[in-house]
């Protein structure tokens, strides 16, 4: 076993029983392949919360800072996940983005950049329509509709991948792209909530 596998089976047994979790769209989710998940940010237990209910192991893009705390940045790199430094465009992540859906791998991003303050759904940012439209990865919106209270219901729902090909042939911008996998976020927290 792994050590991805390990603590994913470590989180579920903490989180589970504090925060029930509902999983919606299972069938949804490409079984081979590069994926782009895109999925809105409410908390910050999004990140485990996707871990342990994606059917396969995600590589998330995770703030720089948090490679830099004592333990916890080494436990972030050994689950996968890679720095990204805010606020800039930042080279090297969007080289590792594109090698890991090259080579089949889940990419997690938040494409909002930060955690909503109020739930609501932020404006994305263009480093999702960037992924999207450089590689052939499937782009698969999900939501996790909260509120985080303990002992209250969680929901997560991955809907069905965008079609972006009409984008690629049309050399949309990255801006665009971002914005129709925004609203498929959008759609699915409305169906859901």
């Known amino acids: 076993m792994n050590f991805y596998s390990f603590a994913r089976g470590v989180v579920k047994v903490v989180l589970s029983p504090i925060y029930p979790v509902k999983v919606i769209g299972h069938e949804h989710f490409p079984k081979t392949d590069g994926v782009l998940l895109c999925t809105n940010h409410i908390d910050n237990l999004d990140p485990p919360i996707v871990g342990i209910t994606a059917p396969r192991p995600v590589s998330f893009m995770a703030k720089e800072e948090l490679f830099n705390v004592p333990i916890l940045g080494n436990v972030v790199k050994r689950l996968k996940a890679f720095p990204v430094k805010r606020g800039m465009s930042d080279r090297e992540a969007l080289r590792v983005g594109l090698k ?21 759904l932020g404006k994305g940012l263009a480093g999702a329509g960037f992924f999207a439209l450089r590689s052939n990865a499937a782009v698969v919106p999900c939501a ?6 303990p002992f209250k219901r969680l929901t997560v729902v991955y809907g069905k991948p965008i079609d972006m090909d009409s984008l690629r042939e049309q050399k949309a911008s990255a801006e665009d792209a971002t914005e129709v996998i925004m609203n ?8 859901h909530s």
């Open 100 to 120: 890991l859906l090259k080579n089949g791998e889940v990419l997690g991003l938040f494409p909002e950049g930060t955690r909503s303050k109020d739930g609501s």
């Open 144 to 149: 996790i509709i909260g509120p985080y209270k």
């Open 184 to 191: 498929s976020i959008k759609e699915l927290i409305d169906h």
